[in-house]
């Protein structure tokens, strides 16, 4: 059975930064695609950033495209970890992990298999 496990978010304030980490468990081979998803109250889910465990990332949110910095090892292809600077109150909502085995890896929830339980994320003073 797969599971990603998520750590990380909490109550961070403007401007301040955060870490998530992700590491996905129960796969046979090294999942193609690893993601981090956000939704925010009465919105949809949308990507944060999508990457190729390989290496590389394949999309990035336009807001926060300039923040953010994905965390890779080729030692760990199954762990994910994104960092968030300079945290807007907008960046408040619940993170998801995600990964699917194959496909495009790209930023639409739909290309993705497996989910996290979600970390809720808080943006405030």
């Known amino acids: 059975e797969v599971r990603l496990l998520e750590s990380g978010g909490g109550l961070v304030q403007p401007g301040g930064s955060l870490m998530l980490s992700c590491t996905a468990s129960g796969y046979t081979t090294t999942p193609l695609c690893m993601g981090w998803f956000r939704q925010a109250p009465g919105k949809e889910r949308e990507v944060v950033a999508s990457?190729?465990?390989?290496?590389?990332?394949?999309?990035y949110a336009k807001s926060v495209k300039d923040r953010v910095a994905i965390l890779q090892s080729s030692n760990s292809p199954n762990t994910l970890r994104l960092r968030i600077d300079n945290l807007r109150v907008e960046d408040t909502g619940i993170y998801y992990c995600a990964s699917a085995p194959t496909g495009l890896c790209d930023g639409s929830a739909h290309s993705y298999t497996y989910w996290g339980q979600g970390n809720q994320v808080t943006v405030s003073s």
């Open positions: 990457t190729y465990t390989r290496g590389g990332v394949r999309a």
